[in-house]
């Protein structure tokens, strides 16, 4: 669900730091997400159309095609019922028994569960005003028993530039620890040092300007477990707008996950088996509409990822009170646990295609402390502890690797609880 903003007053913006040990850490984590989230690197090369009187193509571009007409069978199920977004999309009704994950070998033959006990709130959060993806504004619907899931085509498949292995996935690369050196910059907030059951968060929704075919923009959280070797598991909510995954500039609402650092475990949304969707009403990958814009109406989404704690697996709430459905538990390691740090902010790819650096922009495009209306923000930060409550977070630490092209600030108030404004424009006279 997508929720208009009620404004009120804001206290002073409070910047908070961050310890060395954390600094540490959290620059570790975003070394990571530098070199392994980079989206679809290397194998498959642009499809060009041969000329109309040509009865015949090469025999390595029809090998090609046949391979992805059958991925693309085992991905996109039979469907009861399909609905034409005004985007474009095509959104397949699909029996809720046959979705993806329940190709998982652990998930053959079960069905979905019944959902949990949702973590107790004891928060100051606004009342908000509701609307929906953009692919239900004709009023169409998934019927009951179904589950609404963005169907894949050949041009998704042949846009990108990774192998059809990897379709869906970010790439896998050696650890490094200089963030400053890659493609990949943030500005983000977390906590770590604890144990979290869980997080939660209003996520401005904008569209940002993405000036590469093969670079993205998001807003999101993470929730992280494990060492930054090849055991970090991370579970992954929010927006982007990516032209080679989707094929556009629209905002769309993601997930993603991993086990293994990114190596040979998870996926983007529903691109392989593991999440188990149990809602018939949003579709992931799914375009996010009606956005904020310039001095205008503001809109956010609402994500909450949780454990619950009678079966251990991990929720996913978007909006309030609208369950998407469940990561299970065996598809993790160290995230069977608990976790161990949670992050909330922006991330943009600067392939510096130009020779220069990028002009992506993350979040609205406007720095920090520009403020609401023109800054986009994150708001109501809050952590789910061990006996399943909703709290506000403690030492809150912030991160901009590159403050010149993207920044962030944070403060605290009675309606907004933690909050944060962050982004920028990418290049421009600081940022060359």
């Given amino acids: 669900m997508l929720t208009e903003t009620i404004r009120k007053g804001h206290s002073k913006i409070m910047t908070s730091s961050s310890s060395s040990s954390s600094n540490s850490i959290i620059f570790k984590f975003v070394a990571f997400l530098l070199l392994a989230s980079s989206l679809f690197t290397t194998v498959v090369s642009e499809y060009h159309t041969l000329p109309a009187n040509q009865t015949f193509r090469p025999r390595q571009e029809l090998l090609k095609l046949k391979k992805i007409r059958g991925y693309l069978k085992k991905i996109n199920k039979p469907a009861v019922k399909t609905i034409q977004s005004p985007d474009g999309d095509l959104i ?31 928060d100051t959060m606004n009342e908000m005003a509701e609307s929906l993806q953009l692919w239900t504004v004709s009023g169409e619907s998934c ?33 490094r620890h200089d963030t400053l050196s890659n493609d990949h910059e943030h500005a983000v907030a977390f906590v770590n040092g604890e144990q979290y059951y869980g997080a939660k968060a209003s996520i401005n929704v904008w569209t940002p300007r993405v000036t590469d ?34 094929g556009d500039n629209y905002p769309r609402f993601f997930t993603y996950w991993t086990t293994d650092a990114y190596q040979a475990t998870g996926c983007y949304n529903l691109l392989c088996s593991g999440f188990v969707q149990i809602n018939n009403r949003i579709a992931m990958g799914a375009a996010i509409s009606p956005r904020s814009s310039v001095n205008g109406r503001q809109f956010d989404i609402g994500i909450m990822i949780w454990k619950d704690p009678k079966h251990g697996h991990w929720w996913l709430e978007f909006g309030s009170g609208l369950l998407v459905g ?5 598809l993790f390691s160290h995230l069977r646990g608990h976790a161990s740090m949670v992050q909330f902010g922006g991330e943009i790819v600067n392939s510096r295609s130009m020779g220069y650096h990028t002009s992506t922009q993350m979040g609205s495009g406007h720095f920090a402390d520009e403020g609401f209306g023109k800054a986009s923000y994150f708001r109501n930060l809050q952590v789910v502890d061990w006996d399943n409550n909703l709290i506000p977070l403690s030492n809150l630490h912030l991160l901009a690797d590159h403050p010149n092209c993207y920044d962030i600030r944070a403060g605290k108030n009675n309606v907004w609880g933690n909050y944060f404004y962050y982004g920028g424009p990418g290049r421009n006279s600081r940022c060359p």
């Avoid at 609404?148 to 790439?171: A, W």
């Avoid at 090849?230 to 995954?245: F, H, K, M, R």
């Avoid at 469940?326 to 065996?330: C, L, V």
């Fill in 326 to 330: 469940y990561w299970p538990d065996f």
């Fill in 213 to 246: 075919q093969y670079e993205f923009s998001l807003s999101q959280l993470w929730v992280i477990s494990g060492s930054f070797g090849n055991d970090l598991n991370t579970i992954e909510a929010g927006w982007q707008v990516s032209p080679e995954l989707y």
């Fill in 143 to 175: 019927p009951e028993g179904t589950v609404p899931i963005r169907r894949t085509t050949e041009k998704d498949v042949l846009r990108t530039r990774s192998s059809l292995r990897r379709f869906g996935r970010k790439i896998r690369r050696g650890v």
């Fill in 92 to 122: 397949d009704c699909v029996l809720s028994h046959l979705q993806p994950a329940f190709d998982h070998p652990q998930l053959k033959g079960m069905k979905p569960l019944e959902p949990p006990k949702r973590p107790k709130a004891n």
